[in-house]
């Protein structure tokens, strides 16, 4: 991630290119699916107010997690250029090209006939559809449904239905099983988790939210936006915090701000927080943890690592 100030990297998460650990177990993408796989596809395809007549062969992802999602259905091979965000997998062919400040000309300098864009910045999307540039809008994810559309609409518009279709039917699989023998416990284990060092954090109306709430985790943070003014993404104060005193702290500013478990302890007051002391900092991979697409099953998979640990 581009380092920002904290009021952009808190926008930024809303938008999808955000700060949302290396305890994660990554989901490699499946970027030679078999033939047979998307030999039912047929065009021309609609998806919402797009049609595309036949399939795109220059795809141009201008977001990390379409980016993500475009290589784990197979289409891999047909994306030209990524923008300068989107750094998994690693054979995506990275360029210059800005998904926060994208430029029209740039854009359609690639010739692509197929654009993916998690926003509407600059009006971009205006701006491509003047010059007969089809583009799909796929925004940051408020559910878990809302991943499994995105992938499903990027099959149909590629030509790998089948593909998509197996992809969250794997996801939906693996995550039933990370949440199927939960421990039942007396009381909800708390947690915070931390957009970045200012204390920007998100709440469980937020995507990522969902996610620790389908472990079963309390947010110590849902007071601090109970109105839904900040957008989910609030900054809480020090004080909060340590007067909330949660069991986990999750860190999603590793990369970023350079966090980690010994950061946080330094920090004052924090040391004796019953996180720091009984050793459930967790660092996270900031990207796995601000995406919406496969990876978001790593992210489970981290949180209930975790949690594991504590005794019933």
Known sequence: MSRRTPRLLAAALVAGALLLGGCAEQ??????????????????????????????EKI??????????????????QV???????????????????GFQPNAEA???????????ANDMNKIV???????????????????????????????????????????????????????DLPQRPEKLTYFHELGPELYTATSKTFV??????????????????NGSNGGYPQVSQEVVLKADPDF??????????????????????????????GRVVELDDDIASRWGPRVVDLLRAIVDATAKVPA
């Open 107 to 117: 854009i359609a300098g690639r010739s692509p006939d197929l654009v993916v864009l």
């Open 27 to 56: 989901t490699s993408p499946d970027t030679t699916p078999p033939a047979s796989r998307s030999a039912g596809a047929s065009f021309p395809v609609t998806v919402g107010k797009l049609t595309l007549e036949k399939r795109p």
């Open 249 to 278: 702290i999750f860190l999603a500013d590793v990369k970023q701000a350079k966090q980690n478990a010994a950061t946080v302890k330094a920090r004052s007051g924090w040391a004796g927080l019953t996180a720091v002391k009984e």
């Open 209 to 226: 939210g969902s996610v620790y709430a389908l472990a079963g985790l309390e947010n110590v943070a849902d007071p601090s936006d109970a």
């Open 126 to 180: 205006d701006q491509l559809t003047a010059l007969k540039i089809p583009v799909l809008l796929a925004p940051a994810a408020a559910t878990l449904e809302d991943t499994y559309q995105q992938i499903t609409d990027l099959g149909a518009l590629t030509g790998h239905p089948g593909e998509a279709a197996d992809l969250t039917r794997k996801m939906k699989d693996d995550i039933a099983a990370l949440t199927k």
């Open 60 to 77: 141009v992802s201008l977001s990390p997690t379409a980016t993500e999602m475009l290589f784990a259905i197979g289409a891999g091979k």
């Open 80 to 98: 030209t250029a990524v923008d300068d965000q989107s750094n998994y997998p690693p054979e995506a062919p990275k360029s210059d090209l800005s």
